[in-house]
């Protein structure tokens, strides 16, 4: 049990569009989901929490306006990069956490690789 | 946050034990230790936590010191399987829950 799944699994697309993520959560309600980027040979930075039915929090220095969270259902969130630009090339990885699932585990969607041409 | 200091790399032979250290010497009394570990291309995985005491499960033993300045993580027979970037990480248990990654232990494991 357990599971997050994040759509698609990677992505290219053209420097100025927008690219949209989604993250579910399979077999358990997330009533807080988290979004992550990684850029190749570093660690998970967090870009921001969001809470079903609320707005985001955003981390220090990640860009709302470019960076849109949606978390709308209790099983998924979106997170769309508009007008992105090649530096936006990362692996954006999901987690989300559950009030029916046990409390200290954070589970993790499998990533999505973006790359901007 | 209280951070966490971990090797940047380690290496091992395989199907013998691997401990792999934590410092984390600001700890505060309610910061609980995690470990979570990341093959390449795929999302973390939770691997073990504890607070005060030893915890083992299937995965692995967490041997935490009598002062909470330090942990271990022990596997102990490493598989090929096991080569991933490992986390330590000190997590407040709370209704927000975010975990914030340090750089972590690159694990090699040689056949």
């Known amino acids: 049990g357990a599971v997050v799944s994040q759509h698609p699994s990677w992505v290219i697309c053209k420097s100025g569009t927008s690219v949209k993520i989604e993250c579910r959560s399979l077999?358990?309600?997330?009533?807080?989901m988290f979004w992550y980027r990684q850029f190749p040979k570093q660690s998970l930075m967090l870009m921001a929490t969001?809470?079903?039915?609320?707005?985001?929090?955003?981390e220090q220095g990640v860009e709302k306006d470019k960076f849109l969270i949606n978390h709308a259902s209790l099983t998924l969130s979106t997170l769309t990069v508009t007008s992105a630009h090649p530096e936006d090339s990362s692996f954006y990885i999901c987690?989300?956490?559950?009030?029916?699932?046990?409390?200290?585990?954070?589970?993790f969607g499998p990533g999505t690789r973006l790359t901007v041409t | 946050d209280a951070k966490t200091t971990q090797p940047n790399s380690m290496e091992s032979n395989e199907e013998e034990p691997v401990h792999l250290p934590c410092n984390h010497s600001?700890?505060?009394?309610?910061?609980?230790i995690h470990w979570y570990r990341q093959l390449p291309s795929q999302g973390p995985e939770y691997v073990i936590h504890?607070?005060?005491s030893n915890v083992n499960n299937r995965m692995a033993s967490l041997a935490i010191a009598e002062d909470r300045k330090s942990s271990t993580l022990i596997l102990h027979r490493a598989t090929l399987r096991d080569a991933a970037v490992y986390y330590c990480?000190?997590?407040?248990?709370?209704?927000?829950?975010?975990?914030?990654f340090g750089a972590g232990t690159r694990l090699t494991v040689k056949p």
């Open positions: 987690s989300a956490t559950g009030s029916d699932r046990v409390s200290y585990e954070q589970y």
């Open positions: 077999d358990f309600q997330a009533t807080t």
């Open positions: 969001s809470n079903e039915g609320s707005k985001a929090t955003y």
């Open positions: 600001t700890i505060s009394g309610t910061d609980y």
């Open positions: 504890g607070l005060t």
């Open positions: 990480i000190l997590h407040v248990m709370g209704n927000n829950n975010d975990m914030r």
